[in-house]
């Protein structure tokens, strides 16, 4: 059995207010120099549908699974500054 | 001038900044954010999700958003190649998250073992047209491992057509950043592993969505067993990954949501496999620390960094 240790740590909706106050408060030394485009791309991507064999597909048709393909457009990159605005910690 | 406000929502801590436009956006933001909430959540009995869960079998009409929520989560099965689905709830009552996960650990779960869910697989026999649902009987819907992306791109559209020039929606750590940022540059994100105080990685984009998926957080203990939220609906179990961490960039906050899942579902062996052809790019950390990357996540980085590895807590157990 895993046991995830229990540490001590600000609350994270807390954390990040706090590095938010500091990107605020230093944003022209640490943003404006470097937050340079780099004009990644912003690009449709189209994926191939994929088959799924989990189950039987007794059931009526189904008009959404004449889907063909699903798009998911890439995100647009910027050098990211040291301080950030959020945190990603994961769920 | 930013707006911002750290609250409670989903289950979540959630964090929103608003840039520029009229007064009042940030409130805008957080309406929606409650009003997706009381749709979707399937712990709320009033909730739309709730409604279809009650009558599987039955065409249900049900709002814009959640049916918009319901094509995404078809979609994001294809996407995933099945490593997401959104009838995978009896699986996830079965594992004893038949509550919201503050409440886990108030009373006894179900026993697993007795399989007190009986709801199976189906998400190839959905029906959708227009706004009316049909589940198939048997199964339920699991908004789970989309909804809080899917709400952050609806969060953060409906702010910028408001008339906002940037903003960043975060709930539970599924981010979608839009426009320019507090300081007329970009947004950037900071992506954190349970093990560290400091970030393992320190992202930068202007227009696109982070989301973060661990084993390591959301666990209980159900009769006497550590378990995790993330069901493999390949085995209807809480996976045995040996990845502890997954973080997806991409372009939309529900399909980032989603690929990290299916990331971290992966295991180390091959974690990007599934991200050929998506524009995607990600991380992962496995369970001895290591941090492995796409190549093309050194686009985010910019001056910033990444780490190579992260210190496992003495005693964690492996």
């Not at chain 1, 064999?53 to 048709?61: F, I, K, L, R």
């Not at chain 1, 889907?67 to 994961?90: E, F, K, L």
């Not at chain 2, 960094?305 to 157990?317: D, K, L």
Request: glycine content about 12%.
């Amino acid at each position: 059995m895993e046991h995830t240790p229990r540490r001590r740590r600000p609350h994270p909706a807390h954390r990040a207010r706090l590095i938010t106050g500091v990107a605020s408060a230093t944003a022209a030394l640490t943003l404006t120099g470097s937050m340079a485009l780099l004009a990644a791309t912003t690009s449709q991507a189209a994926v191939s549908t994929t088959q799924v064999d989990t189950e039987s597909d007794d059931g009526p048709v189904v008009a959404t699974r004449a889907t063909t393909a699903v798009t998911a457009s890439t995100a647009t990159a910027t050098r990211a500054a040291t301080v950030a605005h959020t945190i990603s910690h994961g769920s | 001038m930013a707006a911002e406000s750290s609250f409670r929502a989903m289950g979540s801590d959630c964090h929103i900044i608003v840039v520029g436009g009229p007064p009042g956006l940030l409130d805008v933001a957080l309406h929606r954010v409650d009003d997706l909430e009381q749709r979707w959540s399937r712990f709320i009995p009033t909730s739309e999700v709730s409604r279809l869960n009650e009558h599987p079998g039955v065409p249900m009409r049900v709002s814009a958003d959640t049916a918009e929520l319901v094509r995404r989560a078809l979609e994001a099965w294809h996407l995933s190649g099945g490593s997401y689905d959104p009838t995978v709830l009896g699986a996830v009552l079965r594992a004893g998250y038949d509550r919201s996960f503050e409440k886990l650990g108030e009373e006894p779960g179900p026993d697993p073992a007795l399989g007190t869910s009986p709801l199976q697989l189906g998400a190839a026999r959905i029906e959708i047209t227009g706004e009316t649902v049909r589940l198939p009987a048997g199964t339920g819907f699991d908004p789970g491992g989309i909804g809080k992306g899917l709400a952050a791109d609806l969060v953060a559209e409906d702010v910028m057509a408001a008339g906002a020039e940037g903003v960043c929606v975060n709930l539970g750590g599924d981010v979608r950043v839009r426009g320019v940022g507090p300081a007329d540059g970009g947004w950037t994100v900071a992506v954190e592993h349970p093990w560290s105080d400091e970030p393992i990685a320190v992202l930068g984009l202007t227009d696109g969505a982070v989301a973060t998926s661990t084993t390591l957080r959301r666990q209980w203990v159900s009769n006497g067993e550590q378990r995790h939220h993330l069901i493999d609906p390949a085995t209807g179990l809480p996976s045995d990954t040996d990845l502890t961490l997954a973080t997806v960039v991409t372009g939309q906050g529900w399909v980032a949501e989603v690929l990290a899942k299916a990331v971290l579902l992966r295991g180390a062996a091959h974690p990007f496999d599934l991200l050929g052809g998506t524009g995607a790019q990600a991380l992962v950390v496995d369970r001895a620390g290591a941090v492995t990357t796409t190549p093309g996540l050194n686009e985010f980085l910019g001056e910033a960094y990444h780490r190579t590895s992260i210190e496992q807590p003495r005693g964690h157990a492996t």
